[in-house]
């Protein structure tokens, strides 16, 4: 990452940190069209669990939000099941889009990710 994007990811992640709404989209301009959505990616995963969850309720809507998180739950689940792990067993879906796994299953939920598709056709950005 350049040092111009660098630098942008900084401020995002402070904006967020701060729950500043209005700065947001402003660093975001700033940024190359092509670039926005890698910065955007990299600031969320630095970020606090709460100040994210707040981003993508504030940022994309709380509707969208809550399908995002049912659609995650539901490709884990199935990525899980796909691996030979066991609902119940191996992992627990909660009704509010948490999961609990067992270590060997998140081992294998992260091993999945790494070697996947990082863009995985989501589009944060809203455009």
């Not at 092509?34 to 969320?44: M, P």
């Not at 796909?82 to 939920?109: C, I, P, T, W």
Request: negative net charge.
């Amino acid at each position: 990452m350049n040092s111009q994007n660098e630098l942008l990811k900084q401020q995002l992640i402070e904006a967020i940190s701060c729950q500043n709404l209005q700065e947001i989209p402003k660093i975001l301009t700033l940024a190359q069209l092509e670039d926005e959505t890698r910065i955007l990616k990299e600031a969320l995963v630095q970020v606090e669990y709460a100040n994210f969850v707040w981003f993508l309720q504030e940022y994309v809507g709380k509707e969208s939000y809550q399908q995002a998180v049912k659609d995650v739950s539901t490709s884990m689940t199935q990525k899980l099941v796909q691996g030979g792990f066991k609902a119940g067993v191996d992992f627990n879906l909660h009704s509010d889009g948490r999961m609990l796994a067992s270590k060997e299953a998140n081992e294998y939920l992260e091993n999945y990710q790494v070697n996947s598709d990082p863009t995985l056709g989501i589009n944060l950005t809203g455009t």
